[in-house]
């Protein structure tokens, strides 16, 4: 999680793994124009309940810092991420583009907007954020991958695998990564590729249930049905049942189907 630390003046799709971690923007450092000390303390608070995954409370705070100081960046973004967390994406939305206009080149703001686009299903105004966020910080794995998987979601494998690589150049093994790069492959109709993908992120996390399922998948279209039923019945086992309920069924669907073959 990074903090910001001074105040500025059936597509593949339900398949993918969304690392989203959020930038959160943090009490600014003294300056000339230091707000009320009733304001540093809800900003302090507000803080506090965003890391704690208190949405609402965050939201309360930051609007309080706002009504002191009305062009306070950090506290618009932060009010924003408040917002996500209680599934309100439009004023989250209302909130980021306040913060930008205020401040077009905060880092925070832009990739908070990306994250927020990718959740209401805007991919190509998610990957235009990333994008502009990448031109502040060209080194953060985080936007690389998550503009991979905007770039997937519109339905552009080559470009999100671009992505995928030079995240990976970032943060080796990371199984989230190389999870979702071979969803691109899949995509790209290299299912063979995509398998090697799979097994890496098995070897690096036996647990990660979704592997299996997209092993299976990829092993279906390689034509090796034997070891692809034992793939989909390994995510049977260790799929969760709300999270990866509508997996679990397709699973199930394409075990049924398999033994009629």
């Avoid at 998550?146 to 999100?160: F, I, M, V």
């Amino acid at each position: 999680m990074y903090l910001f630390t001074r105040k500025s003046g059936e597509s593949w799709l339900c398949l993918l793994v969304f690392l989203l971690f959020p930038f959160i923007s943090s009490y600014p450092a003294a300056s000339q124009n230091q707000p009320p000390e009733i304001a540093k303390q809800h900003f302090a608070k507000g803080l506090s309940a965003l890391k704690a995954g208190d949405g609402g409370m965050a939201v309360a705070h930051f609007s309080q810092v706002l009504k002191s100081d009305p062009e306070w960046v950090e506290a618009y973004v932060n009010r924003g991420l408040g917002y996500l967390l209680q599934d309100e994406v439009t004023k989250a939305l209302q909130d980021f583009d306040q913060a930008l206009t205020l401040q077009p080149d905060s880092f925070e703001a832009l990739y908070n907007r990306g994250r927020t686009y990718t959740r209401m299903g805007e991919p190509k105004k998610a990957v235009a954020d990333y994008s502009q966020a990448l031109k502040i910080r060209q080194d953060d794995w985080q936007v690389y991958y998550n503009r991979g998987n905007a770039y997937l979601d519109a339905g552009q494998p080559k470009e999100a695998l671009k992505d995928y690589d030079q995240a990976l150049r970032l943060k080796p093994d990371a199984p989230e990564i190389l999870h979702n790069r071979g969803l691109a492959l899949l995509e790209e109709g290299k299912p063979a590729e995509a398998l090697q993908a799979f097994d890496q992120v098995l070897l690096l996390n036996p647990e990660y249930a979704r592997a299996y399922f997209n092993k299976g998948q990829a092993l279906r279209a390689l034509g090796r049905k034997e070891e692809a039923a034992q793939a989909f019945r390994e995510f049977l086992k260790k799929g969760e049942p709300g999270a990866d309920k509508a997996l679990l069924e397709k699973s199930l669907a394409i075990l049924n189907n398999m033994a009629l073959d």
